[in-house]
């Protein structure tokens, strides 16, 4: 059972969500919040597994209350931020803050229930296609973060230089400095399973590519966040690329 909660502002969003979301084999909606500030105190109420965020909120917002949440590496939550904005600046804000997944909120009740199952599992930001393009508007172009988030410098709060890299004058985020010492300690078949997850692809494909069983993938994939400290397989294609472990095609 996959366990939710709902944050947003408006009461009857959060009843809507709470209708799609319970009417889900699978999904129960555990709690709701109005504020960011309510989102932290639920989450360590509650624990749940994913909660859905909305960005704009009266006092703290949902970028700031994603970052708090995912900021405490005991808890195993997994942000999925909901908005009505469409803008490269809050999804490079909300990747930032550590969010798992993107979602416009005039997406279909299918493509949230999916999108919740998969930020659940850690599998993918949404499906692969939509990683695919995400990883190339926020990583894959040198400085993209940094020219986004400095038009918003309310949304560039939340920007936390990744290791081996510096966000401030001079700088671009994205922009290789040097290799983490981190990488170093990935052996040669978990380097491997990194430069294929970069491709956005599942763990079950990941099988198929190295020959292994999807059991063997995931806990290689394990071993990978463990030793590079990442959260999850959407920060992990980021840091791929950030990093020069896999280059821009194209």
């Not at 555990?30 to 704009?56: F, K």
Request: hydrophobic share 45%; proline share 4%; net charge negative.
């Amino acid at each position: 059972m996959i366990r939710v909660l709902v944050v947003d502002d408006q009461a009857l969003v959060r009843g809507g969500f709470r209708t799609i979301l319970d009417s889900e084999d699978g999904i129960e909606v555990v709690g709701e919040a109005a504020t960011g500030e309510e989102a932290i105190d639920r989450v360590a109420a509650l624990a749940p597994d994913v909660v859905c965020m909305d960005v704009q909120m009266p006092g703290m917002d949902g970028l700031e209350a994603t970052r708090r949440i995912t900021a405490d590496a005991a808890s195993a939550t997994a942000v999925l931020v909901l908005t009505t904005f469409n803008r490269e600046d809050y999804l490079f804000a909300a990747l930032e803050a550590g969010a798992s997944g993107f979602l416009l909120k005039n997406s279909s009740p299918e493509q949230l229930i999916e999108a919740v199952q998969v930020v659940a599992r850690g599998d993918a930001l949404l499906s692969p296609d939509v990683t695919r393009r995400v990883i190339e508007a926020v990583a894959m172009r040198p400085g993209a973060i940094a020219r986004a988030l400095a038009a918003n410098p309310e949304a560039a709060r939340y920007a936390v230089p990744s290791p081996g890299t510096e966000l401030g004058d001079g700088a671009e985020r994205g922009s290789p400095v040097t290799a983490p010492a981190e990488l170093a300690t990935l052996t040669s078949r978990e380097r491997e399973v990194l430069e294929l997850l970069a491709e956005g692809i599942s763990n079950a494909e990941i099988a198929q590519r190295m020959w292994v069983g999807e059991a063997t993938v995931k806990t290689h994939v394990s071993k990978v966040l463990m030793k590079l400290g990442l959260r999850d397989r959407v920060h992990a294609v980021v840091y791929a690329y950030e990093h020069g472990v896999v280059r821009p095609s194209g």
